[in-house]
C-alpha cells in the first residue's frame, strides 16, 4: 500500500492478557519504528528496526513488551500481560532510513486495558 | 524530565490570520527539529523540518524558525485556514544522519482556526 498499515485499529484487552500489534510499513522502508502515545501525551520511542535487526530497544518500558521484524518487512509489538498503564495508542513509524527524520507514521493501534 | 516543550496545550487563531506555534527543548545534543500534523484517528503527519545549521526553513505557508542559544523553535503558518486545525507536535533528534534518529515529542499544542 501507500502508506503505512497499522492492525487492529482498536484492541480492548483484559488486564493479564497477551496482545500482537501489527505494522506493515511502505514497501522498500529500510527503518521501523514503534512510538507509544499516552493521552495528552505526544509519542514516546519504543523500539527501532534497520531491516530486520532490532537495533534500539531502549524505550521499552518492561520486559513485557517484545517487538520483531523477522523478514525485515512486517512487524509485530507484542505484550504480554497487558497493564492497565499499558493503555495508549501504539504507533508505528517507516522511513528510507534512518538518518532522515521524515518519517510515515500509521494511523495507530488504540489499546484499552480493561 | 521533559526535553521538547510545549508550553501552550492550545492556540485559537482566525482565519488569515498569522498562527505561531513555540517549542522550547533542553538537549543541546538536539540538531534536527521537525513539526507534526495531527488529526484526530489519525498518525502525524511530517510537515517541516530544520537541520541546526539553519536558522530558518519555509515551504508554502509553512516557515520554521530555530534560534539555538535560546533553544527555542517556532512554526509560523500564514495564512491560517481552517484545514490547519490540529494538533501541532514539535519532535527533535540527535546525530541527524548519524547513529540516532529516535524523535523526542513534545506534548502537542492544539490549533484551532475559526473561520
Known amino acids: 500500500g501507500a502508506g503505512v498499515s497499522q492492525s487492529p485499529r482498536y484492541k480492548v484487552a483484559k488486564r493479564g492478557q497477551d496482545v500482537a500489534l501489527r505494522c506493515d510499513p511502505i514497501?522498500?522502508?529500510?527503518?521501523l519504528f514503534w512510538y507509544q502515545q499516552a493521552l495528552g501525551q505526544g509519542p514516546e520511542f519504543l523500539t527501532y528496526?534497520?531491516?530486520?535487526?532490532?537495533?534500539?530497544k531502549s524505550g521499552l518500558p518492561s520486559d513485557r513488551f517484545f517487538a520483531e521484524r523477522p523478514e525485515g518487512s512486517v512487524s509485530t509489538l507484542k505484550i504480554q500481560r497487558t497493564q492497565q498503564e499499558d493503555s495508549a495508542v501504539y504507533l508505528c513509524?517507516?522511513?528510507?532510513?534512518?538518518?532522515?527524520?521524515?518519517?510515515?507514521f500509521g494511523s495507530g493501534t488504540r489499546l484499552t486495558v480493561v | 524530565d521533559q526535553q521538547v516543550k510545549q508550553n501552550s496545550p492550545s492556540l485559537s487563531v482566525q482565519e488569515g490570520r498569522i498562527s505561531i506555534l513555540n517549542c522550547d527543548y533542553t538537549?543541546?545534543?538536539?540538531?534536527?527539529f521537525l513539526w507534526y500534523k495531527k488529526y484526530p484517528a489519525e498518525g502525524p503527519t511530517f510537515l517541516i523540518s530544520?537541520?541546526?545549521?539553519?536558522d530558518k526553513n519555509e515551504d508554502g505557508r509553512f516557515t520554521v524558525f530555530l534560534n539555538k542559544s535560546a533553544k527555542h523553535l517556532s512554526l509560523h503558518i500564514v495564512p491560517s485556514q481552517p484545514g490547519d486545525s490540529a494538533v501541532y507536535f514539535c519532535?527533535?533528534?540527535?546525530?541527524?544522519?548519524?547513529?540516532?534518529?529516535?524523535?523526542?515529542f513534545g506534548k502537542g499544542t492544539k490549533l484551532s482556526v475559526k473561520p
Open positions: 513509524a517507516s522511513s528510507l532510513s534512518r538518518g532522515l527524520g521524515g518519517y510515515t
Open positions: 514497501s522498500g522502508h529500510v527503518s
Open positions: 528496526f534497520q531491516n530486520e535487526a532490532q537495533l534500539d
Open positions: 538537549n543541546s545534543m538536539f540538531d534536527y
Open positions: 530544520i537541520s541546526s545549521i539553519k
Open positions: 519532535a527533535a533528534s540527535a546525530g541527524y544522519g548519524g547513529s540516532q534518529g529516535n524523535l523526542i
